[in-house]
């Protein structure tokens, strides 16, 4: 375990200014490849509890797969995410998680994801011909002397359109934010998940005082969480309600959405039906808006790859402006500069960049003893970033490590552990391949359509915190229409 002596280090905090000066997992970014270790990198954070960020994928195997019910997540972690998403499979644990993802695999399995394609498709187009309408509206008119390219904030437009795939996939409903960003569920959405400093306030306060308490602080930010997740819970029992009706009145199930299919294995009471609803609704549609946002930067910065991408796209799948012509999982398999785009995209920009686990038990990783209560790092903006498991150029934008020969599941990395995006073993995420197929669809369509650069190519973007790492202030892009697609 490495103890190497620390800069900036606090007697009584640690690496606590550090970590609260900078973006989320930007510091561990760092650790991994400065500091020598053998798997577990010791620091300190506030009034000097320690913590062991994970590096290496021998003691990421113990931590996610053969120990991982010795490891849970953190108390104030469950409590702070479960008032927005639930206490659904994300939040569960030990015999409750394990009963909750057998019942649930059923909805995420491939042979059911792939009939969910043409939503994915249809959604996408409906986004797409929404997007090309605000450029159009920025056009200049002929013989109008303005040049200026049209400007797209493009984190907001894969936000409503994911909203409305996991509507419409999750709960067989459209709750039409693409047409309509001022929706009740896309306006409660957009106010909680867009933390401001009163929030990082009150988070910092958690540290000290019984978290019922601070959330009875009359401050705007908690009336704001209090009222979204009443209103997104009604919304969830509301709609689980009218899908048992309407299953009630069929003599067999044809739905193919999620919730369709978790009513079906009779597991779930109503109550944890609708906090699954509330993890899926908040949880997989703001991180696979962010990888979108994250994937157009990186395509944005690295042009000849989006052109390379583009001519795939356009070679083999059909017009996006046609939704009634949807594509099936053959037709995306036939893209493998796609998948490798994405593979690359979700590398170095994973939507979540960091997580937590306590030792719920005195045990051990690496041979090195953790004793119970002992906070555990699990840090994909880290391990993602190690050039121990990705070579000298890991912080590169380089699609073409996932097309060598062996390598599209991969990326060259010898294990996959070198890859923490979406976790591993029993509690890795279960939407994987749903969100990677929503993402590269999107992708897909955005790309195939639209020329795309950056409004200010020289800015790199502040990282603001919260469920997810986005832009803190949008993405803007130029956006130019191309035709023949």
Not at 276 to 287: D, I, N, P, S, W
């Amino acid at each position: 375990m490495s103890r190497s002596f620390w800069t900036g280090n606090s007697f009584f905090h640690g690496q606590f200014a550090t970590i609260f000066a900078e973006p989320t997992g930007k510091p561990q970014q760092r650790w991994i490849n400065e500091i020598p270790n053998d798997g577990l990198i010791r620091y300190r954070s506030l009034f000097n509890e320690e913590r062991l960020l994970i590096t290496t994928p021998k003691a990421l195997g113990e931590v996610l797969v053969t120990k991982n019910y010795d490891f849970v997540k953190p108390a104030l972690m469950r409590d702070g995410l479960g008032q927005l998403l639930g206490v659904g499979i994300l939040l569960a644990e030990g015999d409750e998680h394990k009963l909750q993802r057998k019942n649930l695999m059923p909805a995420f399995a491939y042979r059911h994801i792939k009939d969910l394609y043409p939503i994915f498709w249809s959604k996408t187009s409906e986004m797409i011909k929404a997007v090309t309408s605000a450029v159009r509206s920025q056009e200049p008119s002929p013989g109008s002397e303005v040049t200026k390219a049209p400007i797209i904030e493009v984190g907001e437009w894969s936000s409503r359109a994911t909203l409305d795939i996991i509507g419409v996939a999750g709960m067989g409903q459209d709750f039409g934010a693409i047409e309509d960003p001022t929706t009740e569920l896309s306006t409660t959405y957009r106010k909680v998940l867009r933390p401001n400093r009163q929030a990082k306030m009150l988070g910092l306060l958690s540290l000290f005082i019984p978290r019922w308490i601070v959330r009875r602080i009359p401050v705007s930010r908690n009336d704001d969480m209090y009222n979204a997740a009443k209103t997104i819970r009604i919304i969830c029992r509301q709609l689980i309600q009218q899908k048992k009706q309407k299953l009630k009145a069929k003599d067999r199930r044809d739905d193919i959405d999620i919730i369709s299919v978790a009513l079906e294995s009779g597991g779930f009471t109503e109550e944890n039906l609708v906090d699954q609803m509330m993890t899926f609704l908040a949880a997989g549609h703001e991180t696979t808006a962010t990888a979108v946002t994250w994937g157009l930067y990186a395509l944005c910065q690295d042009t000849s790859s989006q052109t390379r991408l583009r001519e795939e796209i356009r070679a083999n799948l059909p017009s996006i402006d046609n939704a009634s012509t949807p594509i099936t999982d053959q037709e995306l398999d036939r893209l493998p500069f796609l998948h490798a785009v994405c593979n690359e995209i979700l590398r170095l920009h994973a939507p979540v960049p960091i997580t937590q686990r306590q030792a719920a038990k005195d045990t051990s990783i690496c041979n090195q003893f953790v004793p119970k209560g002992t906070r555990i790092i699990l840090c994909p903006w880290a391990v993602n970033f190690s050039k121990e498991l990705w070579g000298s150029n890991a912080h590169e934008f380089r699609p073409e490590r996932w097309m060598q020969q062996g390598t599209a599941k991969t990326g060259g990395a010898e294990s996959n552990y070198a890859s923490l995006t979406f976790l591993h073993g029993p509690r890795s995420c279960i939407g994987q391949a749903f969100a990677k197929a929503e993402f590269e669809i999107l992708m897909a369509g955005l790309v195939g359509k639209f020329e795309m650069v950056l409004e200010e190519p020289e800015k790199i973007p502040e990282i603001r915190g919260g469920i997810t790492a986005r832009p803190k202030d949008g993405l803007k892009v130029k956006m130019k229409i191309l035709e023949g697609w």
